[in-house]
């Protein structure tokens, strides 16, 4: 069966000790209690290693927001899957809406990312999500659908190892949560998608996130939904409270 997560994103925030000390809070408050969820923190690069040696492996994962999507070499400021891999994470964000957005990152550089993600024992959390001009035309799951096929080259055993997060880009920081059926529907139309290409055991298996202003006064109504196996969670990620009221929503 698939596994509900809680993943939090913490983008470009926290200085190295305040990240650190947030990292330590949140390792503690689950070893207090046990959770009904894989808890996951992605970090900005800097933090990975510092990170790493304040959290304990089977209480929280660790995860970088990013990687290039060359192999290594001339590519500076770059920071190749296997560099990630070495710090001890063990999940990669990829796709999200501000890289597409702010970088400009496209299907073809977010397959190559995939692939050497995979290719090192990263667990990609790939972003989906529609802006809200295509919510509002009508065209968001075609748009989402297109944004998972771009990976439908990978072979089955590759594609199984993948998290999705579906993150409408207008719910992202807005305090504009999709409504738990907008959620569902949309899961249940990518799960469709990855039934069709890679069938039902692979598209059962798959965990499918919710992000975009997820909290602990909307978690438990998106993750009572039967394909919201758990959320991507941004600013809510940044308090050690708010994200174990999160992960709470499990309970
Ligand atoms: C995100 O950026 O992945 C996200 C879901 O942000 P927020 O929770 O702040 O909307």
Known sequence: MRKNIVAGNWKMNTLLEDGVELASNINDALKSRKSN??????????????????????????GAE?????????????????????????????GHSERRQ??????????????LALANGLTPIFCVGEVLEQRE??????????????????????????????????AIGTGKTATADQAQDMHSN???AIASKYGEEIADNTSILYGGSCKPSNARELFSKPDVDGGLIGGAALKADSFMGIIEAFD
């Open 37 to 62: 969820c894989d808890v996951v923190i992605c970090v900005p690069a800097t933090h990975l290693v510092p990170v790493n040696a304040v959290i304990e492996n089977g209480i929280l994962g660790l």
């Open 66 to 94: 990013n990687c290039s999507e060359h192999e290594q070499g001339a590519y500076t400021g770059e920071i190749s899957a296997a560099m990630v891999a070495s710090t001890g994470a063990r999940y990669c964000i990829l």
């Open 102 to 115: 702010y970088f400009g990152e496209n299907n073809e550089q977010l397959l190559a990312k995939t692939k």
């Open 137 to 170: 035309n009508g065209t968001y799951n075609d748009v989402v659908r297109s944004q998972i096929e771009a990976l439908f080259s990978l072979d089955a055993e590759d594609f199984a190892k993948i998290i999705v997060a579906y993150e409408p880009v207008w």
């Open 190 to 192: 990518i799960r469709r």
